[in-house]
């Protein structure tokens, strides 16, 4: 019986921690046309639909790290790639396409 319970805790908050980080979006959800928008405008739209739920309104952390500074730690290339293969606890393709390369831009310049 303990293992049963046990064994439905640990998906119930694995399906929840996986829910909580997106999810769900193709490429084409991605790619709006904000009529004429900046670069900059498109990747905060970008993260405060993907990624602010795990790592914050202000990308001060949450379930996620904290990616207020990340640019001072990684590459523009080095965040594209966590974008898109993910790591433990994030999987990857969130964001897809020209838009994972505007985020990583976008994030790359936060010293």
């Known amino acids: 019986m303990k293992k049963k319970v046990i064994g439905l805790l640990l998906g119930m908050t694995l399906a929840l921690g996986l829910a ?65 293969e993910g790591r433990p606890g994030m999987p990857g393709n969130i964001i897809k396409g020209d838009d994972a390369d505007k985020v990583a831009t976008w994030l790359s310049e936060k010293k």
């Open 20 to 84: 909580a980080c997106g999810g769900g979006n193709n490429a084409n959800d991605n790619n709006n046309n904000n009529g004429g928008a900046t670069a900059t405008n498109d990747a905060e739209a970008i993260v405060k639909k993907n990624c602010i739920s795990c790592h914050g309104e202000n990308l001060e952390g949450r379930n996620g790290p904290e990616l207020a500074h990340i640019g001072s730690e990684l590459s523009k290339d080095d965040i594209l790639k966590v974008i898109q």
